[in-house]
T-cell receptor, first 112, second 115 residues
Framework: GESVGLHLPTLSVQEGDNSIINCAYSNSASDYFIWYKQESGKGPQFIID?????DKRQGQRVTVLLNKTVKHLSLQIAATQPGDSAVYFCAEIKAAGNKLTFGGGTRVLVKP | EAQVTQNPRYLITVTGKKLTVTCSQNMNHEYMSWYRQDPGLGLRQIYY???????DKGDVPEGYKVSRKEKRNFPLILESPSPNQTSLYFC??????????????FGSGTRLTVV
C-alpha cells in the first residue's frame, strides 16, 4: 500500500550544527505535507507544511524541501538547539483526502 | 487558547470494564479524529468525523466506538477493553477547506493501560 516513510530512525546532532531529517513518500497523489515535532510526554506539534506545487518553504530556523521527482521530503533545522531534541514525523494528505498518513518518526538527539 | 483537551491523561483499568476518553476542541473545527501510538507502529487512525453525526472508521477501528453529537466533542469509547488496547491515544482536530483537511491540532494524549 501507499506509505510515508523515514530513512533514519535516530539522528544525533551537535548543538549548533544543522539537522536534516528525510522522508520518502510513495503516493504521487499526495497534495500536502506536514512536519510534526513530538516531545516526550506531549502530543505532536505542527512545525511547517508545504503544498505539492512548491519546492521549498521556510519558517523560523526550519526549511522544508519537497522533491516530487523522487518523492522525497526533508526538514532542515538550522543551528540545532537542545530544545530541538524530539521525534519528528512527516505526514501526507492526498488531495481531497480525509486523513493524515504519518511516517514512522525520526528521533533527534542534540549533544551539548 | 486554541486547544484540544483530552481526559484523562493517564488511566489504568481492568479487562472488560467500559471506559470513555473525552476529547474537546475550542476551535470550531469540523474534523476530529482519534489515533493510537504504539512503539514500532507509529500513529494509526482509529476513527474520524467530518462533522456532527458523521463518523467513519480509520485503519484500526476494532474494539472502539465514537460519537459526534456536538461539534466540539468527540469521545472515544472502549466497551470491553482488552490488554492489546494498551496504548497512547491522541485526539486531533482540523479545519476543512475546499473539501480537504489541513494540519491537525493534537491533544496532549491519554496513556491507557489495560490489565
Amino acid at each position: 500500500g501507499e506509505s510515508v516513510g523515514l530513512h533514519l530512525p535516530t539522528l544525533s546532532v551537535q548543538e549548533g550544527d544543522n539537522s536534516i531529517i528525510n522522508c520518502a513518500y510513495s503516493n504521487s497523489a499526495s497534495d500536502y505535507f506536514i512536519w510534526y515535532k513530538q516531545e516526550s510526554g506531549k502530543g505532536p506539534q505542527f512545525i511547517i507544511d508545504i503544498r505539492s506545487n512548491m519546492d521549498k518553504r521556510q519558517g523560523q530556523r526550519v526549511t522544508v524541501l519537497l522533491n516530487k521527482t523522487v518523492k522525497h521530503l526533508s526538514l532542515q533545522i538550522a543551528a540545532t538547539q537542545p530544545g530541538d531534541s524530539a521525534v519528528y514525523f512527516c505526514a501526507e494528505i492526498k488531495a481531497a483526502g480525509n486523513k493524515l498518513t504519518f511516517g514512522g518518526g525520526t528521533r533527534v538527539l542534540v549533544k551539548p | 487558547e486554541a486547544q484540544v483537551t483530552q481526559n484523562p491523561r493517564y488511566l489504568i483499568t481492568v479487562t472488560g470494564k467500559k471506559l470513555t476518553v473525552t476529547c474537546s476542541q475550542n476551535m470550531n473545527h469540523e474534523y476530529m479524529s482519534w489515533y493510537r501510538q504504539d512503539p514500532g507502529l507509529g500513529l494509526r487512525q482509529i476513527y474520524y468525523s467530518m462533522n456532527v453525526e458523521v463518523t467513519d472508521k480509520g485503519d484500526v477501528p476494532e474494539g472502539y466506538k465514537v460519537s459526534r453529537k456536538e461539534k466540539r466533542n468527540f469521545p472515544l469509547i472502549l466497551e470491553s477493553p482488552s490488554p492489546n488496547q494498551t496504548s497512547l491515544y491522541f485526539c486531533a482536530s482540523s479545519l476543512i477547506g475546499q473539501g480537504q483537511i489541513y494540519g491537525y491540532t493534537f491533544g496532549s494524549g491519554t496513556r491507557l493501560t489495560v490489565v
